[in-house]
């Protein structure tokens, strides 16, 4: 993983990990680390996490994601975003 973020996901008190990765700078013979989709896993406040199917969790970002933040808008929604190296940021809204 490159980058993590910890934040309330699911609106239920508890923080979640939200991850992304993926490294493509290895030379050719070593090939790519690039198995990596995003991942969600929802915590329980007791340091365990479940988690998340990328079709539940609408989180699904499969390029060589370098950072990652979370934001606010005006009206309150919370949204990240991801900077992908060579390639446009995607933004998601977190569920309310």
């Not at 508890?14 to 030379?27: H, R, V, W």
């Not at 329980?44 to 479940?50: R, T, V």
């Not at 950072?67 to 809204?93: H, L």
Request: with cysteine; net charge negative.
């Amino acid at each position: 993983m490159c980058t993590i973020q910890c934040l309330d996901v699911n609106k239920d008190g508890n923080l979640d990990l939200l991850m992304a990765g993926n490294d493509f700078e290895y030379k050719p013979q070593f090939s790519r680390l690039d198995a990596s989709y995003g991942h969600l896993l929802l915590g329980n406040g007791l340091m365990d996490f479940e988690w998340q199917n990328y079709e539940k969790s609408g989180f699904f970002v499969r390029d060589e994601v370098k950072q990652m933040a979370s934001f606010k808008d005006n009206e309150g929604s919370t949204y990240v975003i991801t900077g992908i190296n060579n390639s446009s940021p995607k933004i998601f809204k977190v569920n309310e």
